[in-house]
């Protein structure tokens, strides 16, 4: 499988040096999902928003950007959430959406109730909460 987009949701880029290594053909894009939790003056332990899910969906829905490789800081939360939403936003039920979820991902209620909101938003096309 050749990839041609990486999506990255981290703090910070991936340095470039890496980046150059990986050729010319490939898509970068950088998602700083974790300043998420920076700008909050309160904790949160959803280190993403709908607008940054709904930004890595238009990527992973561009056909020209498939196949597509997401990740995030330790390869779970982040990238299981959007995996997650990207399926609701296919069709899948939310009930099935999170049993994928929490078979990858080690879960916590906020993220469920992340998915709840998503997929009652999806529904409505509401995604200013």
């Not at 700008?39 to 056909?63: G, R, T």
């Not at 800081?73 to 049993?99: D, E, M, V």
């Not at 906020?110 to 909101?117: C, K, Q, S, T």
């Amino acid at each position: 499988m050749k990839l041609k987009t990486i999506v990255s949701v981290t703090p910070d880029p991936l340095p470039l040096s890496f980046l150059t290594k990986l050729g010319s053909d490939l898509n970068y894009i950088h998602i700083a999902g974790e300043e998420e939790q920076k700008k909050s003056k309160k904790k949160k332990s959803i280190p993403i928003n709908f607008e940054i899910v709904n930004h890595a969906l238009a990527i992973l829905n561009n056909s020209d950007m498939q196949p597509v490789f997401v990740h995030c800081l330790n390869g779970k939360q982040a990238t299981s959430l959007i995996i997650a939403c990207y399926r609701i936003s296919h069709g899948w039920s939310l009930r099935s959406a999170l049993a994928e979820y929490t078979r990858f991902s080690d879960y916590a209620r906020p993220d469920i109730a992340f998915l709840e909101n998503y997929h009652d938003c999806s529904r409505t096309g509401n995604f200013h909460l």
